[in-house]
């Protein structure tokens, strides 16, 4: 019943707008988490014009391999075992090196099997070496016969959704320290950066949020950047019911109807992916126009304050919970939640289409 279709014009779309915005930077694609729900190698296909795809699983990338895709493939997180590296190697992946570990791990791999980015940790403090032990990673990578080429550098920013934040600008120092006048190529910017940060473009740009066509800045939405968002989430209503003022609905009887009511009751719900926690406060779109809830959103179902509608809303009406005309940026933020996580909590009930 729920589906999410994807408009792949719009993929391009924001494809276009992002190497407007990084002239002379390469797009290396962030298709990670099944393409932030939007379908792994659909997505691929209508990016046919990205320089790489990014990836943060092995298994992902085998998946776009086994459909014929022929770009580099970054592997963000790399491998942790040797099954993996070898895959790695198998399909022609691109690794992502960010601990002692992996370095071993590598020693173990055929001469020239991968092109390898150094993660250097320049704040995130999550993966990478620190910038004082990424000259000496550096000089054990390119030591090894299984690194072709030079080792090239990546880092990531915490805080680029922060204009004018002090934490991105000591990150971008320390990694212009750890990597001044050596080879290889440079990657630095996601989304946010790209949006924020002109200094971060960098050989490589690392876009995910923006080709689907969501801002990651608070309060804003992909079109005030030029973005269209590439999916619509619809589900349709599967009953109609006339309330007196004063009835309850829902799970708690959470909202009261004020005023003689139609419901419309759509399925769709957190069994779905569409988020509980919006409360009473979300709005839909039927017929074009916003509609709010009426009460929780329960698992498979959710009601609708469709009393303004003229003439009267009929079972089969399709119901649009984000895309364009509603963003899921503004549902994001009614649920507390960031636009990343309800793009990729879509569930498997859910079909996508197009793309
Ligand atoms: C290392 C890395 N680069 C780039 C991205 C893309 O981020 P965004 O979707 O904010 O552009 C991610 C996603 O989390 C990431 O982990």
Same mark, same amino acid.
């Given at each position: 019943m729920a589906s999410a279709t994807i408009d792949t014009s719009a993929l391009r779309h924001n494809l276009s707008l992002v190497r407007a915005r990084a002239q002379g930077s390469r797009v290396m694609a962030v298709v990670k988490a099944n393409a932030y729900g939007h379908g792994l190698v659909p997505v691929a296909r209508a990016l046919a014009e990205a320089d790489a795809f990014a990836v943060a699983r092995v298994e992902e990338g085998v998946a776009l391999r086994r459909a014929g895709i022929a770009q580099p493939i970054v592997v /963000?997180?790399? +491998?942790? @075992?040797a099954d993996q590296r070898d895959a790695a190697a198998e399909f022609r992946f691109d690794l992502v090196v960010h601990s002692a570990e992996q370095i071993d791990l590598l020693r173990g791999a055929a001469p020239a099997s991968f092109k390898v980015w150094l993660k250097i940790d320049t704040g995130m403090n999550r993966l990478g070496f620190e910038a004082g032990d990424a000259a000496a990673a550096r000089a054990a990578l390119g030591a090894l @016969?299984? +690194?072709?080429g030079p080792v090239h550098s990546f880092t990531h920013l915490a805080s680029a959704d922060e204009p004018g934040s002090t934490a991105t600008a000591a990150q971008l120092a320390r990694f212009e320290a750890a990597t001044r006048g050596l080879p290889g190529e440079r990657s630095i910017a996601n989304s946010a950066a790209l949006l924020n +940060?002109? =200094? =971060?473009?960098? @050989?490589w740009v690392r876009p995910g949020l923006l080709l689907y066509g969501a801002s990651p800045m608070r309060g804003a939405v992909g079109a005030d950047h030029g973005l269209r968002p590439a999916m619509t989430l619809r589900s349709q209503v599967i009953a109609v019911k006339q309330i007196a003022p004063g009835a309850r609905v829902g799970y708690g009887g959470a909202w009261t109807a004020r005023r003689a009511t139609t419901l419309a009751i759509a399925a769709i719900g957190y069994g779905d992916g569409?988020?509980?926690? +919006?409360?009473?406060?979300a709005a839909v779109r039927l017929r074009g126009r916003r509609l709010p809830l009426a009460g929780r959103v329960s698992m498979d179902m959710l009601a609708i304050d469709?009393? @303004? /509608?003229e003439p009267v809303v009929r079972v089969g009406e399709p119901v649009v919970l984000w895309g364009p005309g509603l963003p899921v940026e503004v549902v994001a933020a009614t649920a507390g939640a960031i636009p990343y996580e309800l793009l990729c909590g879509i569930s498997q009930r859910v079909a996508v289409e197009g793309g």
């Open positions: /963000l997180e790399g +491998v942790f @075992d @016969d299984a +690194v072709r +940060v002109p =200094a =971060a473009r960098a @050989d569409y988020p509980r926690s +919006v409360g009473t406060d469709a009393t @303004d /509608l």
